[in-house]
């Protein structure tokens, strides 16, 4: 009498509520998602190939381009993998002051996901506000290095400059207020009834199936696995900060929320430890005038708002660009567990999980 | 059990929100063309022009030293390092002057991307990224930067952007 179906329907690439031009293919009965793929490589610009024809020195602007929204995160990973290739040694300062601006980074990443996944989910005060905090954070990149998201806003071997005048004040000023902030994201949104309603339980990950497919940063912390490259293979100044590792036993999108939340208010603590403790020296290593490397190979990775950023070097004997690059990007990594965290669950779950994943389409694609 | 159910019948949550976005409200209003110390974050732009960080990067300009002589030696450092090669310099000799002397200078600003090596990479200080970041032209020549023409000036501010006037250097 009645006939039924699967039905197969694009979610994207142009969908206001998918992050950027990511397509998904749906297999859905009725309501309900049996089958989802990612779709992806509408924004393929070849970053890997073409960083490999630039030199060391150059291929640092297309780290900007990969995760736009934490592009110091991208500058950091991209200038500590060449030093490590290199062997060169960043003094104190450098690494205080690099330490500082990817936490503030690390804050604008999380503003943006808080804002933009609830405005997704239905809660639109908290985008307003999340992005007046991300404005100002965004005027400090600007005072530090001229530009508000293209940063390159690091060198190998060190910094370009040191920090300008009254810079330390208006990162003190805007210290000052954010911890207020976050409570006021908290008040619109943590005891939310229906923030609650559409996050917890939904989008379940836990902690065997998200080490199983590699996901990392805050979706695997939110699955209660306490695993943060900061503490485990320090890099910059992480060795010498006080902070502590946000998890949540919970595994839900609302565990997820959680977490990245406390991991603001510990990046806020990192910030201040690192303009208490600025040490005094300067900011740029000595290099030789080209840097030309020896055959080797070189795995680095930090921890980005999104997860592990690795950055895999191949260095040729005298090469001054590398033989081979390879980016570990965490988006496109997270984005695979997408499936996993949708399939038997609603149409409108895909939204959420899209959200809590936090993928930039620009690092997926590359 | 008893809880949940009294957070249901007594809507904390929405009373919560609503303080807070009735707090905003109210600033807003009492501030809002009164005179008192302004809190708002909106800015009049273009009418007033907007100031910007003394770091800021925004389009290559070439400098002239006191004596109206430009200062670039054709040393072609900025161009070599410029991840995006917008840059394309011809070298040359000038009457009375020592050093190379640049007969062509050009700048194709539609593939620049504003990173400021060419400006690090520069050992004689003779180009700097200038404050105008209202690069908006009407057709493609409006982009392509060299020593002369009207619209194409490397050592001017283009006539388009006249709200973005550097303020100090």
């Not at chain 1, 592990?308 to 260095?315: A, S």
């Not at chain 2, 974050?41 to 070439?62: A, D, H, I, K, S």
């Not at chain 2, 690069?135 to 952007?161: C, K």
Request: net charge neutral; proline share 4%.
């Amino acid at each position: 009498m009645f006939k039924t179906e699967e039905m197969e329907i694009n979610l994207g690439p142009q969908h206001p509520s998918t992050h950027g031009v990511l397509r998904v293919k749906l297999h859905l009965d009725g309501e309900t998602v049996v089958r989802c793929v990612p779709m992806i490589g509408y924004l393929h610009r070849g970053v890997e190939k073409i960083c490999e024809n630039k030199t060391f020195f150059q291929g640092q602007v297309w780290t900007d381009r990969t995760d736009y929204v934490a592009s110091v995160s991208n500058n950091l990973g991209w200038a500590e993998g060449v030093e490590k290739l290199f062997g060169i040694t960043v003094p104190r300062r450098a690494h205080y002051i690099r330490t500082m601006l990817t936490e503030l980074n690390r804050i604008t990443s999380h503003l943006l996901w808080l804002g933009t996944h609830a405005l997704d989910i239905g809660a639109m005060t908290v985008f307003l506000y999340a992005f007046r905090e991300r404005e100002e954070i965004l005027s400090i990149f600007e005072a530090f290095c001229g530009a508000r998201l293209t940063t390159t806003a690091f060198r190998i071997g060190g910094l370009r400059e040191d920090i300008p005048p009254g810079f330390e004040k208006q990162v003190r000023a805007f210290q000052a207020r954010f911890l207020d902030c976050i409570d006021e994201y908290e008040i619109l949104l943590t005891e939310n009834r229906i923030w609650k309603k559409r996050t917890i339980g939904v989008a379940m990950l836990n902690a065997e199936d998200a080490i199983a497919l590699g996901v990392t940063g805050p979706v695997l912390r939110a699955a209660g696995s306490a695993y943060d490259i900061r503490k485990a293979f320090p890099y910059a100044a992480y060795g010498e900060m006080d902070f502590d590792v946000a998890t949540q036993p919970a595994g839900d999108t609302y565990a997820r929320y959680l977490v990245r939340l406390e991991e603001m208010r510990q990046a806020h603590r990192i910030v201040n430890q690192c303009l208490d403790g600025l040490p005094e020296g300067p900011v740029m290593a000595k290099l030789p005038k080209v840097l030309k490397s020896e055959v080797n190979e070189i795995y680095h990775a930090i921890e980005a708002p999104k997860g592990e950023l690795g950055y895999y070097f191949i260095g040729e004997k005298g090469g001054v660009n590398p033989y081979r690059m390879h980016i570990r990007a965490p988006s496109f990594i997270n984005l695979q567990a997408l499936s996993k965290m949708v399939e038997g669950r609603l149409l409108a779950d895909v939204i959420a999980a899209i959200g809590t994943l936090d993928v930039v389409l620009g690092e997926v694609d590359r | 059990m008893a809880l949940s159910l009294l957070r249901t019948l007594i809507p904390f949550d929405i009373y919560g929100g609503m303080k807070l976005t009735g707090k905003y409200f109210g600033k807003v209003l009492r501030q809002a063309n009164r005179g008192v110390k302004r809190t708002h974050v909106v800015v009049e732009y273009p009418e007033v022009p907007t100031t910007l960080m003394p770091r800021f990067r925004g389009r290559l300009q070439l400098i002239k030293d006191e004596q109206g002589e430009i200062k670039c030696v054709c040393c072609l450092a900025c161009e070599k390092i410029c991840p995006t090669q917008v840059i394309t310099i011809e070298k040359g000799k000038k009457e009375g002057r020592k050093t190379p002397f640049p007969l062509r200078y050009d700048f194709e600003m539609e593939r620049c991307i504003f990173c400021e090596f060419c400006v690090e990479s520069c050992g004689f200080d003779s180009i700097i990224l200038n404050h105008q970041f209202e690069l908006a032209g009407y057709n493609r020549e409006d982009f392509s930067h060299a020593m002369e023409g009207e619209f194409q000036n490397m050592f001017d501010i283009t006539p388009v952007g006249h709200y973005s006037v550097a303020s100090e250097d």
